[in-house]
């Protein structure tokens, strides 16, 4: 491990969801605009492996990382936030550390002593953080410790990065504390004790933080900001003010440079403050916050009713529309809400330019993304399927046009007669649900002439995936004759990866997932060919728009 690399901590306080992900990601930014170097590991306190099998509906997107690691959407954050490509050595679970122990306890690795918290747990996720510290060459490791202190699941974490700090000392250890201030909404007051005893319950717990980043409805006064620190013991000038933001996360970033929040960083560890420079991010917020034309978008899912639970496709159509510099509009479909009515569809459709559909598991609400599949393929209007919109466009496209009658997947219907969506042979017998699906990036190559291939501008991709369904090989000379191009294929197995029709103004779906590596600075050329088609659409369609 580099003897230099500095270590920074943040933890949430009074209650979750307040936004560390986005928080760290941000100085991740900001630390890279003064010219270091850094990575971010995200520590979740809960039992699981890893979010692989827990509902959408309960923790949100899971976030599929190069090497196939299924974790927590705030990877997604530091993916997009920074220039960092990260792995599963950056998401680490209390799943994970107990069976590393367990597993060395049941070898004997122990050699007969008492295995326990303290010192085995907590010296496990040390060695977490200091293997991410040793396989890069970095100026500084960040650490998100999930929850909320006073979790009674986050206290080995706490320990743990307590202990660093007395190994290598407050030179090269920095604790930042997310916290709320909220307000009274009969009084309109915004109260700090949340904050005091949120930090109270830390200083407990041995860990005396450096920066308060407050996050609050409005700015905190000077007034608060001095009460703040004289009862959470730090400094006026580090007790920093996170108010809401009216428009997009992006600016957070240089909210918290224009509050100094990199400096204070910087200058805690005695370290030159040289000058800001994000030359491509500047680029990437004028053209999102300057729009010359608008685009209206609808996701068709099973999950909308929670916002997490799209959050890197939302993020990648901003990415796409801010290419254009279009001004995005978001319209959120809930698929079983089509099903009800066929006049639903012909009436939320009307005034959209794109239609997307995302990825997903399980029966429910699938007739009704074929439904608005079907739409856009008979009314010309780009369509932009994502995995499981790849599976159903092609049983709406077997059954309209293939003849191919009650055509389906096998994750829907093991009866159906004609099974165009099928398990590979080898996840037949698979028992378990997680980490058992095809994960991480593969290799597509894209055929000649292709739309695919002219819009990547090159034969071959690498692209992540997470599904375990596949096209079915046998139906593909069915397929052809009907009009549908296979542009991208894997060239190992021949499995498709990528669906086209080439009589369509813009009609392109992938098995992979494509939104998993796109960034502002850098937007995913798929999603950028889709919003500059759906721009034209629109323009054609309804001009006075």
Known sequence: MNINTKFIFVTGGVCSSLGKGISIASLGLLLEGHGCNVSIIKMDPYLNIDPGTMSPFQHGEVYVTEDGAETDLDLGYYERFTSGEYTRKNSVTTGQIYHAVIQRERRGDYLGRTVQVIPHITDEIKSRIYNVAAAYDLDFVMVEIGGTVGDIESIPFLEAIRQIRQELGSNRVLNVHLTLVPTLSGAGEQKTKPTQHSVKELMELGIIPDILLCRSSQPLSADLKSKIALFCNVSERNVISAPDIKGSIYQIPFMFHENEYDSIVLEHFKMDVKRFSVPAWDKFMKSLLNPTQEVRIAVVGKYISLQDSYRSIYEAIIHGAAA????????????????????????????????????????????????????????????????????????????????LTGANSKEFDPGTPHPVISLLEDQEIVLEKGGTMRLGAYPCRLGDGTRVRAIYGKELVMERHRHRYEFTNRYREAYEKGGMVFGGTNPAVNLVETIELPNHPWFIATQFHPEFKSKPTDPHPLFRDFIRASIEYREKSNPSR
């Open 324 to 403: 254009n510099n279009a001004r995005l509009d978001i319209v959120r479909v809930d698929s079983e809400d089509l099903e009800k009515t066929s006049e639903l569809v012909e009436e939320i459709f009307q005034e959209v330019d794109g239609i997307l559909v995302p990825g997903g598991f399980g029966d429910r609400g699938i007739e009704g993304k074929i439904m608005a599949i079907s739409r856009a393929r008979t009314k010309g209007m780009p369509f932009f399927g994502i995995c499981l919109g790849l599976q159903c466009a092609v049983i709406e496209f077997g059954r309209a046009m293939c003849g």
